[in-house]
């Protein structure tokens, strides 16, 4: 089935460094990515939708220049937090994008995640 | 408005009973899919089921049931026969419209927790 590598799966920085978070489709191309936040006890927020070779598509309330996102291959997307602080500290996951309908029955697939702790 | 409310925050359930997870939509699109996820501890967004909104039968995966309530649009999962590995967070979740990739929208969640 698809999968999602995503990396790291934690990462504590300082305040003020920037921190690259890699999601790599293994076995299949992803047109599109989606990347989420979540905070502790919260649920899933969107924060941007990335096309790949284009502009992510950001969310409102969604920094575009804090949290840069590429997607220049169909099989990687990278999200970086830029000037990272404390309250950036989060819980970030990516969900590729379902091919078809069809595939989209058996769920849009998930990286495991990164914890990101911004001290 | 909320598009996915999720009105029980925490539950518990003793361990071999069965449990419903509520969910209650609003979207004005004829079409859409909701999704039903277990969230474990470890953070990794696990899918369990699917409804498609033009699915005339309710869907069912193994123990994980959905009761689709079109018209009151509600989407209540149901966990048969629980199991002490199910204790976790469940998210119900929309796509709307007929494209494939459009996003999910997630409710708030409820912490599933199973007695022994």
């Known amino acids: 089935g698809a999968v999602v590598s995503q990396h790291p799966s934690r990462v504590i920085c300082k305040s003020g460094t920037s921190v690259k978070i890699e999601c790599r489709s293994l076995d299949f191309q992803a047109t599109t990515m989606f990347w989420y936040r979540q905070f502790p006890k919260q649920s899933l927020m969107l924060m941007a939708t990335?096309?790949?070779?284009?502009?992510?598509?950001?969310e409102q309330g969604v920094e575009k220049d804090k949290f840069l996102i590429n997607h220049a291959s169909l099989t990687l997307s990278t999200l970086t937090v830029t000037s990272a602080h404390p309250e950036d500290s989060s819980f970030y996951i990516c969900?590729?994008?379902?091919?078809?309908?069809?595939?989209?029955?058996?769920?849009?697939?998930f990286g495991s995640g990164t914890r990101l702790t911004v001290v | 408005a909320q598009k996915i409310t999720q009105t029980q925050p925490g539950m518990f359930v003793q361990e071999k009973e069965a449990v419903t997870l509520d969910c209650t939509y609003d979207?004005?699109?004829?079409?859409?899919?909701l999704f039903w996820y277990k969230q474990p501890s470890s953070g990794e967004m696990i899918f369990l089921i699917y409804?498609?909104?033009?699915?005339?039968q309710n869907a069912t995966e193994g123990r994980y049931s959905l009761n689709f309530q079109k018209a009151r649009k509600s989407a209540n999962l149901v966990i048969s026969a629980s199991q002490l590995g199910d204790s976790a967070m469940y998210f119900c979740?929309?796509?709307?419209?007929?494209?494939?990739?459009?996003?999910?929208?997630f409710g708030g969640g409820t912490r599933l927790m199973v007695k022994p």
């Open positions: 979740a929309m796509r709307e419209g007929r494209e494939a990739g459009n996003m999910l929208t």
């Open positions: 979207t004005s699109d004829q079409s859409y899919g």
């Open positions: 990335s096309n790949e070779g284009s502009k992510a598509t950001y």
């Open positions: 969900s590729a994008r379902p091919r078809t309908i069809q595939g989209a029955r058996y769920g849009y697939t």
């Open positions: 409804q498609g909104s033009y699915d005339e």
